[in-house]
C-alpha cells in the first residue's frame, strides 16, 4: 500500500505563488511515476503535471511556463510550484502516486482570487 499526503493549498490573488507537497509512505520502492491532478467544481480531474523516477517531466499546456514539478526521491516528496496563478487555477489538488494502479491523496484545495 501506498498512502499519500499534501500540503500547501490555500487562497493567494491572482499573479501570486504556492507550493504544494505531497509525501508518500508505504510501499514507496514501487511507485514510479508521481504527479498532480486538479477538479474544479462541476469538471472532471485532469492531469497538471507528472514525474517519473529518473526525473522525465509533463505538464499540461495550461500550466506550462508556470507551474514547475519536482521530485526528492531522498524525502519521498514531490513538489508543484505554482506561479503567475489565475482564477481558472481554482481546484482540489490531487496528488498521485503509480505503481500496478493509482494511489491518490485526500486533496488540498487551491484557490485564486480575481
Known amino acids: 500500500q501506498v498512502q499519500l499526503v499534501e500540503s500547501g493549498g490555500g487562497l493567494v490573488q491572482a499573479g501570486g505563488s504556492l507550493r504544494l507537497s505531497c509525501a508518500a509512505s508505504?510501499?514507496?520502492?514501487?511507485?514510479?511515476?508521481m504527479g498532480w491532478y486538479r477538479q474544479a467544481p462541476g469538471k472532471q480531474r485532469d492531469l497538471v503535471a507528472s514525474?517519473?523516477?529518473?526525473?522525465?517531466?509533463n505538464y499540461a499546456d495550461s500550466v506550462k511556463g508556470r507551474f514547475t514539478i519536482s521530485r526528492d526521491n531522498s524525502k519521498n516528496t514531490v513538489y508543484l510550484q505554482m506561479n503567475s496563478l489565475r482564477p481558472e487555477d481554482t481546484a482540489v489538488y490531487y496528488c498521485?502516486?503509480?505503481?500496478?494502479?493509482?494511489?491518490w491523496g485526500q486533496g488540498t484545495q487551491v484557490t485564486v482570487s480575481s
Open positions: 498521485y502516486g503509480l505503481t500496478i494502479g493509482y494511489h
Open positions: 508505504g510501499s514507496i520502492f514501487s511507485i514510479n511515476t
Open positions: 514525474i517519473t523516477s529518473s526525473g522525465n517531466t
